[in-house]
């Protein structure tokens, strides 16, 4: 089973996130909205006891609730290329204090540390061979996106398959926050 712990987003956020989506850009793979969220941890391929593991100790945690925006465009970029478009997060104290008390548990239980830096985002698109003059031109028009502040009262551990369109998640447990 391949794992991550994340944020869902709701279904009228996810609505007005798509709306950023399929302008211009030949060789960008769009996200479909279904599968908007926010890694806080990828966890990958888990056996049925280890997940089981990993439910006790994100089910013990005890964390406060928070709002969230997401705002500003951006991509990431592998090997001087550009990856993927990414849609941000506005700084957030309480989603930092989140996701580190996730990753302490984690490691508490013996999973290896996430040696990636945190970067809070939500992916748009999967980009392959984009012309940068177009992409440029996209994340400019698009780079002063703004949503509404959505409230954040649970985060999710997800299972993903992956499809050859689109990989599919499936919400496996929700964990409130208090």
């Known amino acids: 089973m391949r794992l991550f ?3 869902d987003l709701p279904w009228a956020l996810r609505q007005r996130v798509a709306a950023l989506a399929g302008a211009g850009i030949p060789g960008a793979r769009w996200v479909p909205p279904e599968n908007y969220h926010l890694t806080l941890r990828f966890i990958g391929e888990t056996p049925g006891y280890r997940a089981e593991e990993i439910d006790l ?3 013990g945690l005890r964390v406060r609730g928070f709002a969230l925006t997401l705002a500003g465009v951006g991509t990431f970029a592998k090997g001087g ?11 957030n104290p309480q989603l ?3 996701q580190n008390k996730i990753e302490i548990a984690l490691q508490r239980i013996g ?10 985002h939500v992916s748009l698109a999967r980009l392959d061979n984009v012309v940068e003059a177009k992409l440029a031109s996209y994340v400019q028009g698009h780079n002063l ?3 509404d502040p959505v409230a954040v009262e649970h985060f999710t551990l997800f299972s993903s398959q992956l499809g050859n369109e689109a990989s ?3 919400a496996e447990v929700e964990y409130a926050l208090t």
């Open 5 to 7: 712990v994340g944020l």
């Open 57 to 59: 100790a994100l089910a």
């Open 81 to 91: 290329r550009s990856s993927a478009v990414w849609l941000g997060v506005e700084r």
């Open 96 to 98: 930092d204090h989140l």
């Open 111 to 120: 999973l290896e540390p996430e040696r990636r830096r945190f970067v809070p």
């Open 145 to 147: 996106f703004r949503a």
């Open 168 to 170: 599919v998640y499936t």
